[in-house]
């Protein structure tokens, strides 16, 4: 089994370029799928397809990210969008996310825009992608825990 986690730290461009920084990163992260596809064991990732399809999403209409260059990500991604077996999304509401992440270099109205577009992207993404399993946000951890696990369980 292995464990991928998010390595935005290897990105060459800066969160501001974000065209730039999220098409790389999409094509690393179907690099990294292409190298996990038929392989055997278990794989845990830690973000992938799925986030970065979200994110480009979320982009195009908080961004400004344009139709052309958000179709650049889909391109890259989609193909691998029905690969994996089994997708744990946890969602968290805006306001909740906004709280925790406090980005002081962002408006408030602007930034819980884009977290309400991210959020709507990954419930369109769940319901349109097979193996894609929300985990209901009202659960305690304990609960999510456990849900995630049944889920797991399900899918080895």
Not at 55 to 70: D, F, N, P, T
Not at 77 to 85: A, G, I, R
Request: include cysteine; hydrophobic fraction near 35%; charge should be negative.
């Amino acid at each position: 089994s292995g464990v991928h986690c998010e390595r935005f730290n290897i990105v060459p461009y800066r969160t501001e370029q974000y065209y730039q920084y999220n098409f790389w990163y999409s094509q690393y992260i179907a690099s990294r799928q292409e190298q996990l596809l038929g392989l055997s064991r278990l794989q845990f990732c830690d973000r992938g397809v799925l986030d970065r399809m979200a994110y480009g999403r979320g982009a195009k209409v908080s961004w400004g990210v344009s139709e052309l260059e958000m179709q650049s990500y889909m391109d890259v991604l989609t193909p691998y969008s029905e690969t994996n077996d089994l997708t744990l999304v946890f969602l968290t509401s805006p306001e909740i996310s906004y709280e925790r992440r406090r980005a002081p270099k962002l408006n408030p109205a602007f930034y819980l825009n884009f977290l309400s577009n991210l959020y709507e992207s990954y419930q369109q993404l769940a319901a349109n992608c097979s193996g894609v399993r929300i985990v209901p946000e009202n659960m305690s951890l304990d609960q999510q825990v456990e849900f995630s696990l049944a889920q797991i369980r399900e899918h080895i």
